[in-house]
């Protein structure tokens, strides 16, 4: 890919981090072992666990749990009426059958959604977003993305187009390409 060198300004913000750290102590001992992949598996990896912690942070001062959040905003992005079945937020949020009852049940106990009888299939649940649910997510959405770019405020606008294009080449190569 063209443009992966590091700029004079980008060059001056790399500084050494854990992951270098860790890479260096593995070259030191085992100097017959490439390991350039934990470079990039082990800073996404910390990485990953730095943004949930600030994403935490942010839920928790609106009352929410991350995974809350997420509920939430998988019924309000599906469109009016802000209703999916038990089934598809099982797909979406990848937990157990298990925890997505009791997660509908903790946001049902806080007024956040309601469950309702399928019309067409009697045997399906579907879990619809109270006015008070959509109210939390509509407000909750807007810091969230202000939250998010903070945490991608190091970037320029080209180097984020390059980090998204190199993120979805993994995606796509390891079959993450849809959300059920």
Do not use: C
Not at 54 to 63: E, I, Q, S, V
Not at 88 to 114: P, Q
């Amino acid at each position: 890919m063209e443009g992966l060198a590091l700029g004079a300004d980008q060059a001056a913000r790399a500084e050494r981090d854990a992951v270098d750290e860790l890479t260096a102590q593995w070259e030191r001992e085992r100097p017959d072992v490439d390991v350039s992949p934990m470079g990039v598996i082990g800073r996404v990896s910390r990485l990953s666990r730095v943004f949930e912690r600030r994403l935490k942070d942010y839920f928790a001062t609106h009352g929410l749990e991350p995974w809350e959040f997420d509920v939430l905003a998988s019924l309000r992005r599906s469109g009016a009426p802000y209703e999916l079945t038990a089934g598809a937020l099982l797909k979406s949020a990848m937990v157990t059958s298990g925890a997505i009852t009791n997660r509908i049940d903790r946001l049902e106990a806080k007024g956040l959604v309601r469950r309702g009888q399928s019309p067409d299939d009697r045997r399906s649940v579907r879990v619809r977003l109270t006015d008070e649910g959509l109210k939390v997510v509509d407000d909750v959405l807007v810091g969230h993305i202000a939250n998010e770019e903070a945490l991608l405020a190091p970037l320029s606008p080209m180097e984020r187009e390059l980090l998204i294009k190199l993120l979805r080449m993994l995606l796509v190569e390891h079959g993450d390409t849809s959300l059920g």
